[in-house]
């Protein structure tokens, strides 16, 4: 059988609340968890109408909290977004909440317009340094 995941933007349909989004998510992933599913994961959008998965860690924690045993993580933190040990934090106490059950996964494109990299308060040049951010994410959580 097949390794299933979910890749999830949590998207806020016309009418709907990001709160409305949010539990939509939460109840696809118990139905995901129900069918077999291994993975659940979240993507990150920042400044973007429509998209309810910005504070993906935080949904990260909603989604794992409302499951038994899927795995619960990222479809890509981008790495140039945010400090390094800030997702060491973030994720490292995900992972002691819901252990053996958080994935993260890493991306390098700022993804994102100029105006939230500014707000994320990032440098644009940040995607160089991308190879040495994960040395010291990885540094920062430890042995693997």
């Known amino acids: 059988m097949p390794v299933l995941s979910v890749l999830d933007l949590a998207p806020v349909p016309a009418g709907l609340t990001p709160g409305d989004a949010l539990r939509r998510t939460l109840d ?4 995901a968890e129900e069918w077999g ?6 993507a990150e959008h920042h400044n973007m109408v429509g998209i309810a998965s ?3 860690s935080v949904v990260i924690g909603y989604v794992a909290g409302g499951t038994k045993s899927i795995r619960v993580g990222a479809g890509g933190i981008m790495l140039p977004n945010h400090a ?3 997702i060491a934090e973030q994720f490292g106490t995900l992972e002691s909440l819901y252990p053996g059950r958080i994935d993260l996964g890493l991306g390098r ?14 440098n644009p040049e940040s995607a160089d340094h991308f190879p040495q951010d994960v040395l010291e994410l990885q540094a920062l959580l430890g042995p693997l």
Do not use: E, K, N, S
């Open 28 to 31: 696809l992933a118990q139905h």
């Open 37 to 42: 599913f291994r993975r659940y994961w979240l």
């Open 54 to 56: 910005a504070a993906t």
């Open 84 to 86: 390094p040990i800030v």
């Open 109 to 122: 494109a700022p993804g994102t317009d100029q105006r939230t990299l500014r707000a994320l308060r990032r």
